[in-house]
């Protein structure tokens, strides 16, 4: 199963796209690095990502349990390296509920979305490989 879509720089340090589902992001960096702050950071929408996707997972087993929350919240945390790449050393995920729900499921729920379902999360560790073209023509080399 493959996704694909393109990013367009706008300026200074913004870029846009439009996601397959057919939504536009918009991504900036902080003034004082050169952008303008017209967007999110693509460090936060990472974090993001993965409370986004983790979130869904569980809703959805909890559903499969018949077991309906009255409210969910998620408080993440990502610590990251000092040095560049300044990469998330640490993700910590608090999911907070409220309803009648069985400490066991929610549990449970919360395990297999960490340990089997949630793509983004496991998609940190995966391999990137990196192709250029300058003016429409291949480089030579993959990066």
């Known amino acids: 199963m493959n996704m694909e879509f393109t990013i367009n720089w ?7 796209g ?5 939504h536009e992001i918009i991504m900036d960096a902080a003034q004082e ?17 993965v409370a986004g996707c983790t979130g869904m997972d569980i809703i959805s087993i909890l559903h499969k349990m018949r077991l309906e929350p009255s409210a969910f919240q998620m408080d993440i945390k990502g610590e990251r ?3 560049h790449p300044k ?15 069985p400490e066991d499921k929610v549990i449970r729920a919360i395990q297999l979305s960490k340990d089997k379902y949630c793509s983004v ?7 990137i490989t990196v192709s250029y073209s300058i ?9």
């Open 81 to 83: 390296a000092e040095d």
């Open 87 to 101: 990469r998330f050393t640490t993700i910590s995920i608090h999911y907070a509920f409220e309803g009648e729900l």
């Open 10 to 16: 706008k300026e200074k340090m913004a870029f846009s």
């Open 33 to 49: 690095v050169g952008g303008e702050n017209s967007g999110a950071r693509p460090t936060e929408l990472l974090l993001q990502a």
């Open 18 to 22: 439009v996601t397959p589902s057919g």
């Open 135 to 143: 003016n429409g023509t291949k480089g030579k080399q993959d990066i």
């Open 121 to 127: 999360a496991h998609s940190l560790n995966s391999e």
